[in-house]
């Protein structure tokens, strides 16, 4: 990758942009169908306004607590701001998550879905929905295995009434990320899901070739954090 440790985000989001849709081109995909999340955790408002001023609209955070610092003020400017969720949810801040956020890709268990659930009853607001798999079966990692997958969607459609959106994958960090890629890709078709949450700054051209919707990008537009 050349050195872009001189470039402004903004500038760094905008090459990233031409070059998606490249990419979209070169695998005969819509731009249009692929969504950048830029992701913002760790950095303050005073780095994220001007991607803010530069017309980029969709975000990331890890932490619901960090969010909800940092973009009420945000959003209070730019209204047409879409959060995604990103990381671990856990149930107790499931209405906060709710409120806050319009998509949240780390569903990963019955107790987070119904929490959800009764969260999304009681706002009446409903953010979309991703399905986190633990591709690589990782003890320590988030997200539904492989194997329970099936059983949780199913569960989630049928006693929680929740509409899921696709699936969410963070392969293992030492791995070569196309083959999680392509599991994940298998397994949405299985389950009838459009959407893929899957590549990050290292590995978002693989993902793409691969059928990503949603690539969550943070190194890449904000440089290193802290
Ligand atoms: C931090 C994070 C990203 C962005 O990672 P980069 O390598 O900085 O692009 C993407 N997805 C998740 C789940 C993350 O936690």
């Known amino acids: 990758m050349e050195d872009t440790s001189e470039k402004t985000a903004a500038a760094r989001l905008r090459e990233l942009k031409a070059e998606l849709s490249d990419l979209a081109r070169h695998n005969a995909r819509a731009s249009g169908d692929i969504e950048l999340i830029a992701v913002s955790k ?3 408002a005073d780095a994220i306004r001007p991607v803010l001023e530069a017309g980029h609209r ?3 955070e890890n932490r619901v607590q960090e969010a909800a610092k940092k973009w009420p003020a945000l959003r209070q400017a730019y ?3 879409q959060l995604h ?3 671990a949810l856990q149930s107790n801040k499931a209405d906060q998550a709710v409120d806050l956020f319009d998509t949240i890709h ?3 268990r019955p107790k987070l879905a119904a929490a959800l659930a009764r969260a999304m009853a009681a706002s009446g607001r409903r953010p979309r929905l991703f399905v986190q ?3 690589g079966d990782e003890p320590q990692k988030a997200g539904v295995s492989v194997m329970d997958l099936a059983d949780f969607v199913e569960q989630c459609r049928t006693e929680y009434k929740l ?3 696709g699936l969410m994958c963070l392969p293992p960090a ?3 990320a196309g083959p999680h890629f392509a599991l994940l890709g298998k397994l949405a078709a299985s389950l009838d899901m459009a959407h893929l949450s899957m590549g990050m700054s290292a590995d978002y051209a693989e993902a793409v070739s691969l059928g990503a919707t949603h690539i969550r990008l943070g190194t890449a537009i904000f440089g290193p954090r802290g």
Do not use: C, K, R, Y
């Open 42 to 44: 760790t950095h303050g």
């Open 58 to 60: 969709v975000f990331g």
């Open 79 to 81: 209204p047409d701001t």
């Open 85 to 87: 969720l990103i990381g």
């Open 106 to 108: 780390s569903l990963d």
């Open 133 to 135: 798999v633990n591709t």
């Open 163 to 165: 509409q899921i959106d």
């Open 174 to 176: 030492h791995e070569a």
